[in-house]
């Protein structure tokens, strides 16, 4: 399972490290250390995190999230996969971003809830990168 720095996560957030720091030192969110003694948060744990905050509102002290290029860097919070076609879905700071894509797409790309993407939008389409 990959694992997220506090500044990672931040950004995938959309907020600053200081707020990210904050809401684990509140308990927020769980987060562990690693041998250098960096905390970090796992995978599935900041993808539902993310769900969280973005129902609860913007990000850090109101500031906007937005995207340059239409690009959404974020983190994969579901993946569901049928026998031909798939759904995935991204939290990219506030915004929550669905595609939908065939399967063979998200196994090539080793799509999973908990690593990085990026949600590319043109038009009605959102093509997904894998980060």
Do not use: C
Request: charge should be neutral.
């Amino acid at each position: 399972m990959q694992s997220y720095t506090i500044g990672q996560a931040a950004r995938l957030l959309g907020v600053s490290a200081d707020t990210a720091r904050r809401w684990a030192d509140a308990g927020r969110v769980a987060t562990h250390r690693d041998d250098s003694g960096r905390r970090l948060i796992d995978g599935r744990d900041l993808a539902a995190f993310s769900v969280e905050v973005a129902q609860g509102g913007a990000g850090e002290e109101g500031v906007p999230y937005t995207s340059a290029r239409n690009a959404f860097p974020g983190i994969v919070t579901a993946v569901k996969l049928g026998d031909v076609a798939a759904q995935v879905e991204i939290q990219a700071g506030p915004h929550r971003l669905v595609s939908l894509l065939t399967r063979e797409a998200v196994e090539e790309l080793g799509l999973e809830v908990g690593m990085r993407a990026t949600a590319r939008v043109k038009s009605t389409n959102v093509h997904i990168d894998r980060a």
